[in-house]
């Protein structure tokens, strides 16, 4: 993921009053550093094992959404508004969220496109199911 990327998500995140887990790679600590403007410090959690913070997440009653394309995927605008804590991941562009990750979520939401691309950039779709998500939209 590129830096602006996860700035941008940063960012959204501190807009929504949510924080970003992301795993201890050095090249997220590099892009962060790049693509982060908050003039404050912002909530960015280092997650070791990302499949077992999920499952400790939800075993702990928070909610998963997986934002992919899946066939039992609801649209964007059917997601209700998170009524408890919810964790929402994001996968890689073109291989999606890995197995592991995906046996995990309790919702998989697509974003409807009625142009020719097959998916929105990252950042842009973390953005728009974050804030539809804190009931802002």
Do not use: F
Request: glycine letters at 10%; aromatic letters at 2%.
């Amino acid at each position: 993921m590129h830096g602006t990327n996860l700035g941008t998500l940063l960012r959204t995140c501190d807009a929504v009053g949510a924080c970003l887990a992301v795993p201890p790679y050095r090249w997220v600590d590099e892009a962060l550093a790049r693509g982060n403007t908050l003039r404050r410090p912002s909530c960015v959690h280092r997650v070791g094992d990302p499949a077992g913070w999920l499952a400790a997440e939800r075993a702990n009653g928070s909610r998963i959404v997986g934002v992919e394309l899946a066939d039992e995927a609801i649209r964007l605008a059917d997601l209700p508004v998170a009524d408890r804590r919810t964790v929402m991941i994001l996968g890689h562009e073109a291989t999606g969220i890995p197995p592991q990750a995906l046996d995990l979520i309790d919702c998989a939401v697509e974003i409807p496109m009625v142009g020719t691309g097959h998916s929105l950039n990252v950042a842009v779709a973390g953005s728009l199911v974050l804030y539809k998500l804190a009931g802002l939209t």
